[in-house]
């Protein structure tokens, strides 16, 4: 069976903190997704990895992709209150069609 | 504007009674998704389409029908709803094509909720 795993699912950190959102996969890949969702709100795409090794930073948060070891990372640099919301996984496992497999989501709540 | 709209938003209906869910592109994208987002369990996919007259099952296709006969359009039915159906439903779209290339974020819609009684 096919699965991406987030951890933490919830996480709640004070502001100028860091931390580390994991995210496994158990299926080959080599593409990586990482979206963003507000309460009440649609997916915001933030990152594409596409290679083993991929890093993409944007603002206070830094992707990147381990194909080997089958895990995502994104990483939270001094963490502010506007970065609260739930971070979501997904991955397009190498099975020969064009499925997407999102993960649980990790919903993060920054405490000023 | 770029974007990818849902009709209608929000929908109550009764179980049984069939119902259909549009979506729309403007952005030429040849890949369109739907999904459900249920607590605790992410985003599940129920079926997606490449192309025009080609669809595949997601992960959770069961109780859902799709159509794609035209390059912006990829309605959801329910042709017999049940409880367990209410959900928050999302269609997406991306660039990617039949060609293989490597695929390119998805862009979502503002998404449907849904609840069967």
Not at chain 1, 80 to 95: I, K, Q, R
Not at chain 2, 31 to 49: A, E, K, N, T, V
Not at chain 2, 89 to 95: L, T, V
Request: charged share 20%; hydrophobic share 30%.
């Amino acid at each position: 069976e096919l699965k991406v795993e987030q951890n933490p699912l919830f996480l709640s950190m004070q502001e100028g903190k860091n931390y580390t959102i994991y995210c496994n996969y158990s299926t080959t890949s080599d593409r990586l997704y990482w979206y963003r969702q507000d309460p009440g709100k649609s997916l915001e795409s933030l990152f594409v990895l596409l290679s083993n090794g991929a890093v993409k930073q944007e603002g206070r948060l830094m992707a990147s992709l381990d194909t080997k070891a089958r895990l995502s990372t994104l990483h939270i640099t001094a963490a502010v209150h506007d970065l609260s919301a739930t971070y979501f996984c997904a991955v397009d496992p190498n099975t020969g069609g064009f499925k997407t497999i999102f993960g649980a989501g990790t919903r993060l709540f920054v405490k000023a | 504007e770029a974007q990818v709209t849902q009709n209608p938003r929000y929908l109550i209906t009764v179980t049984g009674k069939k119902l259909t869910v549009t979506c729309s592109q403007n952005m030429n994208h040849e890949y369109m998704s739907w999904y459900r987002q249920d607590p605790g369990l992410g985003l599940r996919q129920i079926y997606y389409s490449m192309n025009v007259e080609v669809t595949d099952k997601g992960d959770v296709p069961e109780g859902y029908k799709v159509s794609r006969k035209e390059k912006r359009n990829f309605p959801l039915i329910l042709e017999s709803p049940s409880p367990n159906q209410t959900s928050l439903y999302f269609c997406a779209s991306s660039p990617q094509g039949l060609a293989g290339d490597l695929q390119e974020t998805q862009y979502f819609g503002p998404g449907t909720r849904l609840l069967v009684l």
